[in-house]
């Protein structure tokens, strides 16, 4: 069992679960498209090739619990994504 994978997949997948969680609704189908769909499939060939059923399933669950922690904490008291909040910086109002 090779340890350092686990929290490394379980970085990776609770970054992914959190960007995808946080995206607007709109655009989530191409971002789900683009993004976790192919970074599922390599993850997906990387287990079945060395075999790390159970270092996948523990990140996994590593990844759920601190999804649903940060969400419990943080996630839920945010406002919905939307695009209308996007804010364009020039050089005379930077701020």
Not at 66 to 81: H, Q
């Amino acid at each position: 069992m090779d340890l350092w994978a686990i929290p490394v997949l379980a970085a990776i997948l609770t970054a992914l679960s959190i960007a995808v969680i946080r995206s607007d609704k709109r655009r989530r189908r191409r971002l789900l498209l683009f993004v976790p769909l192919p970074l599922v499939i390599l993850v997906l060939r990387w287990a079945s090739y060395r075999r790390a059923w159970a270092e996948l399933a523990s990140a996994v669950a590593l990844s759920a619990a601190a999804v649903l922690i940060w969400w419990a904490a943080y996630g839920r008291r945010l406002p919905p994504p939307s695009d209308d909040n996007i804010r364009v910086w020039t050089q005379n109002d930077p701020f």
